[in-house]
């Protein structure tokens, strides 16, 4: 019964940060930093995707940018049709060929229902096509992250070359409405960063759910011992395959939110270093623990934006210096240190027991 | 012999080989492994017996054939196999370090449950678990990991995977190797018990253990099968007393 229980302990620790999130956030902070909060919820939503797919999968991926900027570019198209109204052409689009037409793959995204459909189903296609060519393959190790990695370098430069359709470099950016709601009205930007916490809380309640069924232990299973699994009658691809799509689904909501919020979506935002960006708050707070990717997330967003302001340039040093002193120190990253402490407590306990009974 | 061939649920093994870049680690065997019977595959190192069960069970590629319950074994994949009803354990114990003992044995069971499944979680303990826990002797250690258990514990627990998994045959790779004679005897006592629905094979070098509880014993060398018959019969086979007596000290065989 006890053990049963402890399961449920972890949802307490999520009621939490979704109080922290959604009460006491919104009445301490100023609408510019709710609205950077919901920056770093964004890229939280990627990590407990990253911490799935890597700490409890063995997965590293190195290239959700990839489906980060499947829900990015599906979002900010849908919001650059808005924004431009009915029958109309995104500007960029002008100021490149004026009498060029809507090109035909960006026409659904006018529609609200559509683009929201896709910001699932398009992450879980191509997530599922290339699991199924990776895994089946037994691609695994430093193989699997410089090809994920590569697929995230692949994308960026196709935006990057196809200015006339993607908006290049430059990316997709003035937009003025969120699925009817102005962005010029800090209710509604409250409101945005409403959605996406909530988005957040429940990606961490998919998680919990998945790290206590015997999905999760089977996972865990096929992290350890691959091989060992298919002599459970289980194919580990697919397994394998489970993981790494649920993590793409939750890279990519993030990737949809971060755009009303941000405003701007340009390659910059999932590329080969964003992707790495991503790994890194996830290794800083603990790959495999529930809340580790989470905080580890939202504390390096937060690094990121009052460093980088205060010292430019120097934060990416600190960033690569924190990752290594934890990496060496603390393999299982910040999260850990909670673990750590409560043996620590324990021994200290019994060696005093001890010291009594003698 | 002829009688056991016919079994309706044996396992049988037809010019079996398997090569290592033109190496053949084994050659042309013919063997037949029928249920209710303890079968022991014995021979010296590098004879083959490893390589032969991993040709069974889809680790290495096998030419020939291998049929079991209407299925050609040799050309399916590993997970195809075990759900075929054939199982292993490893010369080297390979458990779930991580999951507990418990664990380890309900994700064994997980091939019998409808996939949806998975994304719940246990609620209790099933009673095809709880059965194993209380056949291999682990009940007490059911929530320690897997990791800390000793040597003998981790084979036993993977024989009750095997039993979860309600593997029909299993084939069991040096089990009893480096364990003390306690716990041997034990090994012996559940692997009769049983067996005697199931067919199970056991690669053993222990003469002593393949004496106390080999019904049936096929030697191999060379990548061959030397012998097959009772322990008594492979003990008179002079071919058999050849091998042994030239690689090893005089007695193993007797004694
Ligand atoms: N993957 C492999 N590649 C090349 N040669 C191999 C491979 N696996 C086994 N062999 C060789 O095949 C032969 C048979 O090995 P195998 O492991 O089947 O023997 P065994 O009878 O199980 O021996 P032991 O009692 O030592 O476990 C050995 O000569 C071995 O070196
Ligand atoms: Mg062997």
């Not at chain 1, 790994?279 to 790959?287: C, D, F, K, T, W």
Request: proline share 3%; with cysteine; charged share 15%.
């Amino acid at each position: 019964m006890t053990t049963k229980l402890k399961s449920f302990l972890p949802l307490l620790g999520i009621a939490a940060l979704a109080i922290a999130l959604l009460v006491v956030a919104p009445a301490v902070l100023s609408d510019l930093r709710l609205n950077n909060l919901a920056k770093y919820c964004c890229w939280a939503m990627v990590a407990v995707g990253i911490g799935l797919a890597w700490g409890r999968g063995g997965m590293l991926v190195m290239g959700q940018g990839v489906f980060f900027a499947l829900g990015a570019y599906a979002m900010g198209m849908h919001m650059q049709l808005e924004s431009v109204g009915d029958g109309g052409i995104p500007t960029f689009m002008i100021l490149y060929d004026p009498l060029a037409p809507l090109p035909a793959f960006w026409e659904p995204f006018r529609s609200g229902a559509f683009t929201i459909a896709m910001i699932v189903v398009a992450p879980v296609v191509v997530a599922s096509i290339l699991g199924f060519a990776i895994f089946k393959r037994r691609v695994k190790g430093a193989y699997f992250a410089i090809l994920t990695q590569a697929l995230a370098v692949a994308l960026a430069t196709l935006i990057s070359g196809t200015i006339k359709y993607t908006g290049g470099d430059t990316g997709l950016s003035g937009f003025t409405s969120f699925f009817g709601y102005t962005l010029d009205d800090p209710l509604n930007r409250r409101l945005i960063f409403t959605i996406t916490a909530t988005l957040l809380v429940g990606c961490l309640v998919v998680a919990w759910q998945l790290y206590r069924s015997r999905f999760g232990e089977l996972l865990v299973a096929t992290r350890d011992a691959e091989e060992r699994v298919r002599f459970l009658g289980y194919d580990p691809a697919n397994i394998k395959l489970v993981a790494f799509v649920v993590a793409a689904v939750m890279a990519s909501i993030g990737g949809a939110m971060f755009v009303p919020i941000v405003g701007i979506m340009a390659p910059k935002s999932m590329d080969a270093a964003a992707s790495i960006f991503f790994i890194a708050g996830v290794a800083l707070g603990g790959r495999a623990a529930l809340f580790g990717p989470v905080l580890g997330a939202l504390a390096v967003g937060y690094g990121q934006s009052t460093l980088s302001e205060q010292w430019p340039g120097t934060w990416i040093y600190v960033l690569g210096l924190l990752f290594i002193v934890v990496t060496i120190a603390l393999p299982g990253g910040i999260a850990s240190l909670a673990t750590r402490g409560a043996g620590l407590l324990a021994r200290l306990r019994s060696s005093d027991r001890k010291a009594a009974s003698a | 012999m002829t009688e056991r061939h016919l079994h309706p649920d044996a396992l049988l093994v037809r010019d079996l080989s398997v090569s290592f870049d033109g190496f053949k680690a084994v050659s042309g065997v013919d063997v037949s492994f029928a249920p209710g019977e303890l079968h022991f595959l014995i021979g010296p190192n590098g004879a083959g017996k490893t390589t032969l069960v991993d040709a069974l069970t889809g680790l290495v590629k096998g030419t020939g054939s291998a049929s079991y319950g209407g299925k050609e074994l040799l050309g399916l994949r590993s997970h195809k196999i075990v759900r075929a009803g054939v199982g292993r354990t490893f010369q080297t114990a390979t458990v779930f370090d991580q999951l507990t003992v418990l664990q380890n044995l309900d994700i064994a069971a997980g091939l019998h449950r409808p996939a949806w499944r998975l994304a719940f979680a246990r609620h209790g303990v099933p009673a095809a678990v709880d059965e194993a826990l209380e056949k291999i002797g682990l009940s007490d250690l059911r929530h320690k990991p897997a990791g800390v258990l000793a040597h003998g514990q981790k084979q036993w627990l993977e024989i009750g995977m095997l039993l979860v998994q309600d593997a029909r045959v299993m084939f069991l790779d040096e089990t009893v190797a480096g364990m003390s004679a306690d716990e041997r005897a034990e090994t012996g006592e559940l692997l009769r018990r049983i067996g005697r629905e199931r067919t199970i094979v056991v690669i053993e070098h222990d003469m002593d253990f393949v004496r106390n509880h080999a019904d049936v014993v096929t030697v191999m060398h060379a990548g061959k099968v030397l012998a097959e018959g009772s322990v008594a019969e492979i003990q008179a086979n002079e071919a058999v007393q050849e091998v042994y007596l030239g690689r090893t000290a005089k007695g193993n065989v007797h004694a």
